[in-house]
């Protein structure tokens, strides 16, 4: 099984950026994808970004532009970059992965609060 933990979660101004992280551990062999999703309040998770072992990355049309996957895959890390945060990027953030047993795998989630 994997275990996933993500960081940099926080409070940030409109416009401001933040970075979060999330470090796989356990059977992390089987990992093809990472990503992130977020949830707003009373609103269903929704798919940010995904990236692939070799590097392929997609967005949702919503954080184009203003996000940036990306991986480390000698530390078995994925990062999401959020630049020009606007209130509405508000939600739970959960880092995921693709692959293993069972096939996904959920972070805890860290919340963002994007506010004046």
């Known amino acids: 099984q994997v275990q996933l933990v993500e960081s940099g979660g926080g409070a940030v101004q409109p416009g401001g950026y933040l970075r979060l992280s999330c470090a796989a551990s356990?059977?992390?062999?089987?990992?093809?994808?990472m990503g992130w999703y977020r949830q707003a309040p009373g609103k269903q998770r929704t798919l940010v970004a995904r990236i692939t072992k070799t590097d392929i990355a997609n967005y949702a049309d919503f954080v184009k532009g203003r996000f940036t996957i990306s991986r480390d895959n000698a530390k078995n890390t994925v990062y999401l970059q959020m630049n020009s945060l606007k209130p509405e990027d508000t939600a739970v953030y959960y880092c995921?992965?693709?692959?293993?047993?069972?096939?996904?795998?959920w972070g805890q989630g860290t919340q963002v609060t994007v506010s004046s």
């Open positions: 356990g059977s992390t062999f089987y990992i093809y994808a």
């Open positions: 995921y992965s693709e692959g293993g047993v069972p096939i996904v795998n």
